[in-house]
């Protein structure tokens, strides 16, 4: 496999591309169960075509510089993934969503590839800020930004609306003098 990186002995780390757009729907809807309360882009994920424009969408912003799309394989299989929500070198700022099936979960594997995210964003595109966003009540989330070291910076009022409600949405982040510092090699 070109352009993998290991996360663990069964895990691996690569790029999610459109032609891998039926191998990604088969995990979506496999993991829906799991993060369709959280990942509102899962709702365009529902068959071949939008597996397809969604994957092409991240594709697209990443041939302009503007984001990027990861999964993760687990035993040979797509168990999750990562994306660049925003990336934007000229801000020096960027954003991280990620998800995992419920297989996937529990065993460490976000935190792993989410530290290889930031240490690529700020290590070597030089941003100066990784944010993650999440609801208040997305526990795992939270213990996923705190697991890494970042910062709970505030809350966005009712600035997420989704399935007809307008929900919090907390911002954490870490700045690159606090990566220089980070508890991981
Ligand atoms: C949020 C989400 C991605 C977190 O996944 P996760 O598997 O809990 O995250 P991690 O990879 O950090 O794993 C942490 C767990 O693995 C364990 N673990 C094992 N080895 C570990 C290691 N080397 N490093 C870190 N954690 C490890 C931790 O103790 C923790 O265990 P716990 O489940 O008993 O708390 C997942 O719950 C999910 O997909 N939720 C739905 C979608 C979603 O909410 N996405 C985020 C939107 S903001």
């Known amino acids: ?11 691996e780390l690569r790029a999610l591309e459109p032609w891998q ?9 496999k ?7 959280y990942i509102p882009w899962a ?3 529902t068959d071949l075509d939008g597996a397809q424009t969604f994957l092409q969408r991240y594709a697209d912003r990443q041939a302009a510089g503007e984001g990027r799309i990861y999964g993760i394989w687990l035993d040979g299989e797509l168990a999750g993934g990562l994306l660049f929500r925003t990336f934007e070198p000229a801000w020096g700022s960027c954003e991280i ?5 419920a297989e996937g979960q529990g065993h460490g594997l976000i935190t792993r590839s989410t530290r290889q995210l930031i240490d690529y964003a700020i290590g070597v ?9 999440c609801v208040p009540s997305n526990e795992r989330s939270i213990a996923v930004a705190k697991r890494l070291g970042m910062t709970y910076e505030g809350t966005l009022r009712e600035a997420f609306p989704y399935r007809g409600e307008r929900h919090d949405l907390q911002v954490w982040a870490m700045l690159h ?6 508890h991981w090699a």
């Open 43 to 45: 709702e365009l994920v």
């Open 97 to 101: 969503g990620v998800w995992i099936s």
């Open 177 to 182: 003098n606090e990566w220089e510092s980070r």
């Open 1 to 11: 496999m070109l352009f993998a990186s290991r996360l663990t002995e069964n895990a």
């Open 21 to 29: 757009a039926a191998e990604f729907l088969a995990h979506i809807d």
């Open 125 to 133: 595109r030089g941003m100066n800020r990784v944010e993650w966003r």
């Open 31 to 37: 993991a829906r169960a799991n993060i369709e309360q």
